[in-house]
């Protein structure tokens, strides 16, 4: 296998178990920082020995013993902790790892244990409660995550957001050293913290896919990237956490929500509204994986959290032959639902969309009215969409227009203020 087939090889293996190394290193070393940045390094060793000397036959176990060696490296430097040194490198194999071949024989020392078979999913699990910790800001959360659950690279989450990588790569250090700094346990939470700290991690799992199913900016209404890596996540969770409904519900949200991706843009990728799609194009597969964790969470019997509500609204789309043939009036009560739960102009927002096609414009104007008054949602594009909208389908042109020309101007996506400008376009 040649360099390329040796970088593939590499790339592979990391998307496909970056989680599970780091997760395993940070429980070996009892540093998440050291495990994080001893898992790159042996990235960037595979990077270089791969392509040099051949792909090992096991790559996983590669990189694992690789990182520990690094890890142990990093003891040695720490004068302080010369005895944790010596207990890790008790029973190490002195044989060569970075040579190219399989790193070290299985033979039951110091290796097995960082690998566990049996632990591999409560690594995992911890590695997603630390990365989502509290302690750390949105921003912080959502880039140590895909950095270190998704195993995306810092190039990569930058180019999602469209920020630079440096400030990417920033926000990941910074993590770090505030993850250090309050001494956060790489472990599960116990129970009584498990249930809050969660909302944390389903909060920034849906960050990710919003951001991807619906971009804040550029060029693209969908980053397909972005989102599906935010299902990855997602899934995994439900398989490390099946007995809280709120995971399964967060994962039929976006399995539902994705499954209308391709019927959302059009040939030209300019946006195709809800009513206009074609539904023949939307996933069906996606339709019934959502479906079923919907009925996962609901079969809890505990009720529907923030995200199963949202799942279910977004089922009623799904089950609708038409954008006419939709039960509107459940949508208009899962939102109040939502809406008492959950409190948010966005919430009220959407509902209002619901109530003008289950009760009409006027009335939905009504709510839109009143969040204006209140100052809601100053800086987004979405309150003037609407609202312009309604005015539309009153016959009320220049104030629609005023309305529409304002959202064009706050909207930071290339191709839904191409939308807005359309709107304009039909009104004269």
């Given at each position: ?18 989680a599970?190394?780091?997760?395993a ?9 050291l495990?994080?940045?001893c ?7 595979a990077l ?5 000397d ?6 996983t176990?590669?990189?694992l ?8 490296d ?7 902790l ?6 890790l ?6 044989g ?21 078979p049996?632990?591999v999913d409560?690594?995992?699990?911890a ?5 989502c910790?509290?302690?750390?800001s ?34 990941v ?6 993850l250090?700094?309050?001494r956060?346990p790489f472990a599960v ?10 909302g944390?991690?389903?909060s920034?799992v849906y960050l990710i896919f919003?951001e ?26 439900a398989?490390?956490?099946p007995?809280?409904?709120?995971v399964?519900?967060?994962?039929a949200?976006?399995?539902l ?6 019927a959302?843009?059009?040939p030209d ?11 023949g ?8 994986r959502?479906?079923?964790?919907l ?8 009720g529907?959290?923030v995200y199963?509500?949202?799942?279910a609204?977004?089922?009623?789309h799904?089950l ?6 939709t039960?509107?009036e459940r949508v208009?009560?899962?939102?109040e639902?939502?809406?008492?739960l959950a ?11 619901a ?8 009335v939905a104007?009504r709510i839109?009215?009143g ?20 005015l ?14 304002h959202a064009a101007?706050l909207c930071g996506?290339d191709r ?13």
């Open positions: 296998m040649g360099e390329y087939g040796g970088r593939e090889a590499v790339a592979a293996v990391w998307r496909i178990e970056s599970r190394i780091v997760g290193l940070a429980r070996y070393t009892g540093d998440f920082a495990a994080e940045d898992a790159q390094e042996a990235l960037a060793e270089v020995a791969w392509p040099r051949g792909v090992p036959r096991d790559r176990g590669w990189l013993t690789v990182g520990r060696r690094r890890a142990i990093a003891f040695r430097r720490r004068s302080a010369a005895e944790r040194y010596a207990s490198a008790h029973g190490l194999d002195e060569g790892v970075a040579s190219g071949g399989p790193p070290g024989a299985r033979d039951g020392g110091a290796e097995d244990v960082l690998w566990d049996d632990r409560d690594d995992v699990l590695l997603m409660f630390v990365s910790h509290p302690v750390l949105r921003e912080a959360r959502v880039a140590l995550t895909l950095r270190v659950v998704g195993g995306l690279t810092s190039d990569e989450i930058a180019k999602a957001f469209l920020i630079p990588t440096a400030t990417v790569q920033a926000r250090t910074r993590a770090k050293k505030t250090a700094a309050a956060v939470p116990p129970a009584d913290e498990r249930a809050e700290r969660l944390s991690v389903l920034v919003t991807g199913s619906s971009a804040s900016s550029g060029g693209e209404l969908i980053r397909l990237d972005l989102a599906g890596e935010a299902q990855r996540l997602a899934r995994v969770l398989r490390l956490a007995g809280e409904p709120e399964h519900g967060l994962l949200l976006l399995e929500t994705a499954a209308r991706f391709p959302r843009t059009g990728g300019r946006p195709v509204l809800l009513e206009d799609q074609d539904r194009r939307w996933d069906r597969a996606a339709i019934r959502g479906r079923a964790a009925a996962r969470a609901q079969g809890a019997g505990r529907l959290g199963g509500l949202q799942a609204i977004a089922e009623c799904a609708a032959p038409s954008a006419d043939a039960d509107w208009v009560l899962l939102y639902a939502l809406g008492r409190p948010s102009p966005v919430v009220d927002l959407n509902r209002a969309v109530v003008c096609m289950a009760r009409g414009p006027a104007l839109v009215d969040l204006v008054a209140a100052g809601a949602l100053p800086r987004s594009h979405l309150l003037p969409t609407v609202r312009g909208e309604l539309v389908r009153l016959g009320r042109a220049d104030e629609a227009r005023a309305e529409l020309e101007r996506n839904e203020r191409a939308v807005l400008e359309g709107k304009l376009a039909d009104l004269g």
